[in-house]
């Protein structure tokens, strides 16, 4: 018989049920700009309400959720940014990452439907790509991947040595931060991104804001099916993982493979499981977002990850964690 200790109680299912509620909160705060606005001195509830234009009940309501959430600290009737918000949520900060916290918020109505998503039986191989992004969607997706992708880039470079590479190509590269970051850290080195025919001319905008255009350049492709560029000896993918099938990534990881320098090397990126499935949570709930779209995507565990690569014929195939829970990186050296 359980004691009164063991015996499980509704508290984790009700807080499961109702997160959505934190994820609104969040969001509405960054679409308001409350962080910036607690960070330009409106730290009171009252101030909060001047400065948001709300009511002093909304202000107050917003204000109470988001100190319970700890995005915000109280002291008595003032109140201030948490040390990731300070950092990452007032928009003049180097690091703001305000759009990527937006970046799923388009498919809220469609996540409210999920359970007749599970009941589809269609396939979409290019998933929510399929449908044909205008430029300016690509745009706003890649402020929003370039937002959180600058910090990933800059922690990449400065985990793997690049001093000796000659050129990069990154598939499905965006707005080809990955190959910004390099080419600023190492002079010698050129890239190419590779991705879908709107996205380039957006990665073109990021290249140039850069002064990047004579070292990295853009090129329109689909990675599942077209050739791709030969003569790099460094690929990259990442953040696009859970967006594919086993089998569609382990033929792009083989085929990487045929196109990479003899001697270079290839980094996969992504949100994955660990190699007993039981978790973390980001990579499982990517994986499932997937229905949303339709596509063959699922996620893909450190191991099965490490597998594509070494039927893919890499040798010194390893996994390193990259963001702790959200990303790691399987790395591999094709023989020279
Ligand atoms: C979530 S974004 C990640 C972008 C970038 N790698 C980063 O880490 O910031 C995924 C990118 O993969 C691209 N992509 C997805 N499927 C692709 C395909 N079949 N061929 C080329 N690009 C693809 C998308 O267009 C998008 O730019």
Known sequence: MSTPASRPDTTRLQRLAHSYRDAAALMAAVEL???????????TEAAVARALDLTPTNAERLVTAC???GLLIRDGERVANAP???RFLVDWEPTYAGPWMLFSKPDWNEWGRLSTHLKRRDIVVLGKYAQGFSVEQARRYHEATYSIGMGAARRFVRQVDLAGRRQILDLGGGSGCYCIVAAQRHPQLRAIVLD???????????????????RVTAQAGDFTRDPLPAGSDVMIMASNLPQYSREIIQAVVSRAFAALQPGGEMHLIGEMLDAARTGPRDPALWGLAEALWGSTGIAHSVAECRDYFERAGFRSVAAH???PGILTRVTGIRPA
């Open 33 to 43: 700009g409350l962080f910036t606005q607690v960070a330009l001195g409106a730290d």
């Open 67 to 69: 100190v319970a959430l």
């Open 84 to 86: 990731d918000v300070a």
């Open 196 to 214: 879908l025919p709107p996205v380039v001319e957006v990665t073109r905008e990021f290249i140039a804001s850069h002064g990047l255009a004579d």
């Open 321 to 323: 964690e990259f963001v």
